[in-house]
């Protein structure tokens, strides 16, 4: 297997931990590359017991000499990152960090905040239903993207053309904002001043990512592309409508990080050892009683981005084996498997019951997803703390034939098992 560019993905819908598989796999890598999504994901990474949140910067920053990447997939919060490399310790440049931005990147205006807050608000009280946003803004400047109206990164350094872009998409938000919504309209001259100030920030770290990835490919050097959110997060694959804005599947990572899928080697899915999810939308194995209310406790499952707390669940094998077809997924890093310890009786869902019938797929049907029931497989538990193993061997017997039982229903190998929060709670196995 061709391990000189991985892939890493979530399989679930967000959360599973992908922080800190991207920090462990950064060791041997030489670059890292965030490729999709904004400043609603958040990856955690904890090192030496401190803990660092990654909204938007890629999760390898905290390794010397690395190059990391944002590429032209995401949208950009310069305040969130501005704040995000003000608050990181080690300093980039005291470590040899180099941080490259692309040009080609989208920048999330403040008028695509109030349009996510105004339009989530509108939903709710019409009777339409939240679909769950971080109001960070991040739907509305993917749709200005697509619309072809939207502020790069480059034009924040290009005083001409963004005075005339800002003219022209105020002409056409101002409206909306006061017929539509009733809001006050947004001032011109206080937008433009606002983005200029950010080109200053932003300018030194401007360059052209998809020539840096291709160079650095061509020099034999390691790459790792780093997804946020999760496979059933997808705004194409996941559950609509209740899904982020971009494309969060391994073949996202060749659009937003300008890099040919021919040149892709290794495809990592990360799965949390039970499943959580955040906002509205179906969840099948969703436990509503005291043992959904356990995992949340042992996990720490509250939102890195929001602090909302996650909805918990069994694990899911159905969604899972989807997201192995849709990813191509090769290997698994498996975290939180500690957060099982002590659980109690364990459940694995292997089906799902949809009009009186047994389904081993994921539904094409998001719509009828709402309705499945699923079908369980007991497991047997452990109450051993695993948070001290480094060897598969060391598991107890129970743990070791959770995660056999998973490979064997994905037909997909287990490389890495997290069995706590740090950098070195971590069994590697071959990934």
Request: charged share 25%.
């Amino acid at each position: 297997m061709n391990d000189q560019v991985k892939v890493l993905i979530g399989t679930q819908w967000g959360d599973e931990g992908k922080g800190r598989v991207v920090d462990v796999l950064a060791k041997d890598a030489d670059v890292v590359v965030r490729f999709q999504g904004g400043a609603n994901a958040g990856h955690t990474v904890i090192v030496g017991g401190k803990k660092h949140v990654f909204h938007i910067l890629p999760s390898g920053m905290l390794y010397p000499g690395r190059t990391c990447v944002i590429g032209n997939g995401l949208v950009i919060d310069p305040d969130e990152l501005r704040r995000e490399i003000a608050e990181l310790d080690p300093k980039p440049e005291s470590i040899g960090v180099k941080l490259l931005i692309s040009y080609a990147a989208h920048i999330v205006m403040p008028y695509h905040k109030k349009f996510d807050a105004l339009a989530e608000a509108a939903r709710s009280a019409n009777g339409a239903g939240a679909i769950g946003t971080t109001g960070r803004g991040i739907g509305p400047c993917y749709v200005d993207k697509y619309n072809r109206v939207g502020i790069r990164a480059e034009d924040l350094v290009s005083p001409s053309i963004l005075e005339k872009k800002l003219r022209v998409i105020l002409n056409e938000k101002n409206p909306i904002l006061e017929k539509i919504y009733g809001a006050p309209a947004l001032d011109f001259d206080e937008l433009y001043g606002l983005a200029t100030q950010w080109g200053k920030f932003i300018e030194p770290y401007l360059g052209d990512s998809s020539l840096e990835i291709d160079s650095a490919i061509s020099s034999g050097k390691r790459i790792l592309f780093e997804g946020a959110q999760g496979t059933l997060l997808d705004i194409d694959h996941g559950t609509y409508p209740f899904v982020t804005s971009s494309s969060c599947v391994s073949g996202g990572a060749s659009i937003g990080g300008a890099l040919g899928p021919g040149r892709f080697g290794r495809v990592i899915g990360v799965v949390k050892a039970y499943c959580t999810r955040v906002g509205e939308g179906p969840f099948p194995t969703e436990d509503l009683g005291e043992t959904g209310e356990r995992l949340r406790a042992n996990g720490a499952e509250f939102g890195a981005t929001t602090g909302r707390p996650r909805r918990c669940g069994w694990l899911d094998l159905v969604a899972l084996n989807y997201a192995v077809k849709v990813n191509g997924i090769d290997t698994i890093a498996l975290t939180k498997l500690d957060v099982l310890s002590g659980i109690g009786a364990l459940k694995v869902c292997h089906a799902y019951e949809l009009g009186g019938k047994e389904h081993a797929y994921f539904p094409g049907l998001a719509t009828i997803l709402h309705d499945a029931k699923p079908v369980y497989r007991d497991m047997p538990s452990w109450d051993a703390d695993i948070s001290r193993c480094r060897k598969f061997d060391d598991l107890p017997k129970e743990a070791r034939d959770y995660v056999r039982f998973i490979e064997e229903s994905a037909s997909v190998k287990v490389g890495m098992i997290g069995v706590g929060p740090g950098r070195e709670d971590t069994i590697l196995l071959d990934i």
